[in-house]
């Protein structure tokens, strides 16, 4: 099947509450266009010069959502362009994100990364820390943040259970801090689910899945 047939055929499986964030990281211009001329303005990607490349070379109204691991000297190159960046797995980064918002005049969209796998590969906080950052002082000064929610990676086993029993204890983190109302907070994004464990994620409360070899074929 073609780019466009394989999006279509997720995009019509998912509920209409989950939004479909396309992993394009890897891919050349021609099947990010395809994805985008079949509709999809959304797309993700691991790598802060690859995404600029292709941000300068694409539409402006393609959404770009940053999906790995982002390093703090990084930040500043994303800061024209950036709609969501998904992987804050540090309070350095986050200190980094608002000095560079600060500087462009600009509030940045970001999700706190929770370290929800057994390996140890996976970036992340874990619930305790979470609970500490959330009610520091230094959290609520970062006037130029905006975190919308959570994001986690499951970990690479073919264990449903085990996938199932992680996406439920991101699921219950999120729903935790609900109704934590601060200026530079609102719990509204769970992102969870790619394309191999995407379905259960949406099954666990997920509402935002990110989704490459299923619209694109494998690397």
Known sequence: MSIAQNLQKILAELPEHVTL????????????????QAGQRIFGENKVQEMTDKWQQLPKDIQWHMIGHLQTNKVKYLMPYIQL???????????????QAVRWRKQINCLLQVHIAQEDTKFGFDATEIEKL?????????????????MGMAT???????I???FTSLKNIFDQYQNLNLPNFKAQILSMGMSGDYALAIECGSNMVRIGSSIFGSR
Do not use: C, M, W
């Open 156 to 162: 690479f086993t073919d264990d449903p259970t085990q």
């Open 134 to 150: 959330l009610h520091s002082e230094e959290f609520k000064s970062f006037q130029n943040i905006q975190v919308r929610g959570f």
């Open 21 to 36: 964030v396309a992993v394009s990281k890897t891919k050349p211009i021609e099947d990010i266009l395809e994805a985008y």
């Open 85 to 99: 960046i998904h992987g804050v797995d540090s309070i350095k980064l986050l200190q980094e994100i608002n000095r």
């Open 164 to 166: 199932k029993a992680e």
